[in-house]
């Protein structure tokens, strides 16, 4: 089943790069896709996975639209900078020298 969700805080590629590493590991997740200007992502996953996808996303700091206010929402804004940065400088970039060969 193809789920819709439209998500606070996705700022940047680096936001979409957290986003993209923590939806793709949910088993029973495939196919997702994050448009980041919008904020809207889809992807192929059982009904019983939706939940996960949403709480794993909230945890990253991207809740669902609507589903968080105040503080709540203060804090997602907060956790949200945090994954952006290990999105645009996580273990991929830190990689990048092995890769090359300049270890």
Do not use: W
């Amino acid at each position: 089943m193809r789920h819709e969700l439209e998500l606070l805080n996705v700022k940047c590629g680096g936001c979409g790069n957290s986003i993209l590493r923590a939806v793709g590991a949910i088993p029973g997740v495939s196919d997702p896709r994050l448009d980041v200007e919008s904020g809207h992502i889809s992807l192929d996953a059982p009904e019983s996975a939706r939940t996960a996808v949403a709480q794993a996303l909230a945890r990253l700091g991207y809740p669902e639209r609507g589903s968080v206010e105040g503080m709540a929402a203060l804090a997602a804004s907060a956790k949200s900078f945090v994954s952006c940065a290990v999105g645009r400088f996580g273990p991929d970039e830190t990689k990048r020298g092995d890769r090359d060969g300049d270890s």
